[in-house]
């Protein structure tokens, strides 16, 4: 792994959470590096990280090398051009956001820029990113373009390559976001719905390929014919509140401790949703992707993403990490006790706010999740020496299952 000489440390660390390193294998990043006629550095720098290489992690290579090679840029930049080292930056987040069509909070990258001696004048189009107005705003799109947009960035990591991590993952973003758009236009014995929302979609990225292919023309029609069809929802309708834990099931007993934790708050059926604990899941015979259609439809979701091996092997969870993101839920996760930081993949990642149940901090960071949750559900405030032996519990329970 290449590491940012000492001085640029924390800014390395803050651009990482701006830009996440498999943004850097797409094939917009590709794009600007041609336009600034970076190619050839950039080529340099991903063959340096390759000779430095000792390891290789099945399925996340083309991530990691591409954030060490921008490391190996900066690094380089810093050392040798100081006087375009914050211009590339500014640059790189401008595009970043105008493509990606976010904002984003740069008071940290600023300060970094300014300690290591980068005139204020040449980071001052930063404060531009934290601005509205960019025409690919998704603030600014409707939801029938949302859904294009995912559809067109998923296009164009699958020409890329489609069995990449990057066009997996863009795939099963547009086809989340796809199926919750129709379903408030069709219902779920519409045959060609049906047959679009529940492809199998647990192959690799080859797989996923054919599936977007074959699916093409239904697809079309569908979307097409929204204009037809008379929408399900009330825009107007006034959202409750539902906590929902995804997770994989080869957690159950985690989710187990976990709700009997939550309940002690004030949590029921009513505002709970966990598919792997009786009273809190789908109803007998139910259909799972229209109940979680509807949960994310409908309510004012908040998420616990419960993150382990096991997770990025669900399918069904990685559908609901995407559906999450696209809809802009608020969310934390948990992380098993087998589960590492750096093994967060996909649009939700360790630089999301994280509770490792092993760590120093869990009981203090599980507090603050309490408090969070008694604001935004409304729940009567709790003994604080009741919750302290429910978190105790909760925590002896959950570290000591033996995975694996």
């Not at 047959?195 to 990225?205: H, L, P, Q, W």
């Not at 706010?353 to 203090?364: F, Q, T």
Request: glycine residues 4%; contains cysteine; charged residues 25%.
């Amino acid at each position: 792994m290449i590491e940012p000489i000492n001085k640029i440390e924390p800014l390395r660390e803050d651009l990482r959470k701006l830009v996440p390193d498999d943004y850097l294998t797409t094939t917009s990043f590709k794009r600007w590096v041609v336009a600034n006629n970076l190619q050839n550095v950039w080529s340099e720098c991903l063959q340096y990280v390759k000779s430095k290489q000792t390891m290789i992690v099945v399925g996340y290579m083309r991530e990691i090398e591409s954030g060490d090679a921008l490391t190996h840029l900066l690094n380089h930049l810093y050392q040798t051009d100081v006087s375009n080292f914050g211009k590339f930056i500014v640059k790189l987040l401008t595009y970043y956001c105008q493509t990606e069509g976010k904002k984003l909070d740069v008071t940290d990258l600023r300060m970094d820029m300014l300690v290591v001696g980068i005139h204020e004048n040449e980071i001052a189009g930063l404060d531009k990113l934290t601005e509205k107005g960019s025409s690919e705003d998704v603030s600014d799109m409707t939801d029938e373009q949302k859904v294009r947009k995912l559809e067109k960035e998923y296009v164009a990591e699958m020409e890329t390559e489609p069995n990449s991590h990057s066009a997996i993952n863009a795939y099963l973003k547009w086809h989340t976001e796809a199926v919750l758009y129709l379903g408030n236009f069709y219902p779920i014995d519409n045959i060609d719905f049906e047959r679009f929302k529940s492809m199998d979609n647990s192959s690799n990225g080859y797989g996923l390929r054919t599936n977007y292919q074959s699916s093409l023309a239904t697809y079309n029609l569908l979307m097409k014919n929204t204009s037809k069809q008379q929408t399900k929802e009330s825009t107007n309708a006034v959202k409750t509140p539902m906590l929902f834990i995804s997770h994989s099931s080869k957690d159950k007993p985690f989710v187990e401790a976990l709700v009997d934790m939550l309940e002690s708050l004030g949590f029921t059926p009513k505002n709970l949703f966990c598919s792997s604990v009786n009273g809190y899941g789908i109803p007998l015979s139910g259909d799972i992707f229209e109940t979680l259609r509807t949960l994310f439809s409908e309510h004012d979701l908040y998420v616990i993403f419960v993150h382990s091996p096991r997770y990025y092997n669900s399918i069904v969870s990685l559908n609901e990490m995407g559906a999450a993101w696209v809809l802009k839920k608020n969310f934390c996760s948990l992380l098993t006790n087998d589960m590492q930081f750096d093994g967060m993949k996909g649009v939700v990642n360790d630089y999301s706010i994280s509770i490792k149940v092993n760590s120093n901090e869990s009981a203090a960071r599980l507090t603050e999740l309490k408090d969070q949750l008694t604001k935004k559900f409304s729940l009567p405030s709790m003994d604080q020496i009741k919750w302290e032996r429910k978190r105790t519990r909760f925590l002896d329970i959950v570290n000591s299952i033996k995975n694996g």
